[in-house]
């Protein structure tokens, strides 16, 4: 079985950073794309920024510039710095993996289980 768990979430002032991070462990052959998602109450999840093996990343328009993800594959790790947070950013951070299973050598999709980033005074 693969696991993601994320941490780093929390409260936070407007203005403020925090820094997400997302360990997938278990029985993997091959890590491809992380990513992270969020989801705000009544809205639909959207994708926050995603990272390829080899690096290359894409973002949501919305965030560029605020947002940075990044990813050490010796530890199966991704992470998302967000600065400058705006209480519009309030929403529960899912961290999203590409893995194919040691066990199954099947491209699968994971999720981890969220952490909730709240901005506010």
């Known amino acids: 079985q693969v696991q993601l768990v994320e941490s780093g979430g929390g409260l936070v002032q407007p203005g403020g950073s925090l820094r997400l991070s997302c360990a997938a462990s278990?029985?993997?052959?091959?890590?491809?794309?992380m990513g992270w998602y969020r989801q705000a109450p009544g809205k639909e999840r959207e994708l926050v920024a995603r990272?390829?093996?080899?690096?290359?990343?894409n973002y949501a328009d919305s965030l560029k510039g605020r947002f940075a993800i990044s990813r050490d594959n010796t530890k199966n790790t991704v992470y998302l710095q967000s600065n400058s947070l705006k209480p519009e950013d309030t929403a529960v951070y899912y961290c999203?993996?590409?893995?194919?299973?040691?066990?199954?050598?099947?491209?699968?999709?994971?999720w981890g289980q969220g952490t909730q980033v709240t901005v506010s005074s």
């Open positions: 999203n993996a590409q893995i194919v299973g040691s066990g199954t050598l099947r491209l699968s999709d994971y």
């Open positions: 278990g029985r993997i052959f091959i890590t491809q794309t």
């Open positions: 990272i390829t093996g080899a690096g290359d990343t």
